[in-house]
């Protein structure tokens, strides 16, 4: 059975940082792309951040500067470390995993497995 568990939401004040976690389990971690993905209310599902199986990492403009994503093979985990956090990152994040055609990386569509979602919400 293939499972990511999130975890490291929470609330914090514009300009805080968090850490969120992906923890998965039931495939050989690094066969496998990792995407950060945020969906805020009535908004679509959008990429934040994507590690590759070789470890190549991308962001989105909008975090770029300020989010920062990092992979523990040993521990099948992946982080979203989070700086400077604004109003609008607030959002529930969600990682997931699959082997996407590298044009498509940033579409949820090539995604095979999502977390439950952790909720991260920035006040002010």
């Known amino acids: 059975e293939v499972q990511l568990v999130e975890s490291g939401g929470g609330l914090v004040q514009a300009g805080g940082s968090l850490r969120l976690s992906c923890a998965a389990s039931g495939f050989t971690f690094d066969d496998y792309a990792i995407g950060w993905f945020r969906q805020a209310p009535g908004k679509e599902r959008e990429g934040v951040s994507y590690i590759s199986r070789s470890g190549s990492t991308d962001y989105a403009d909008s975090v770029k500067g300020r989010f920062t994503i990092s992979s523990d093979n040993a521990k099948n985990t992946v982080y979203l470390q989070m700086n400077s956090l604004k109003p609008e990152d607030t959002a529930v994040y969600y990682c997931?995993?699959?082997?996407?055609?590298?044009?498509?990386?940033?579409?949820?569509?090539?995604?095979?497995?999502w977390g439950q979602g952790t909720q991260v919400t920035v006040s002010s």
């Open positions: 997931a995993s699959g082997v996407p055609v590298f044009s498509r990386r940033w579409s949820p569509r090539e995604y095979d497995y």
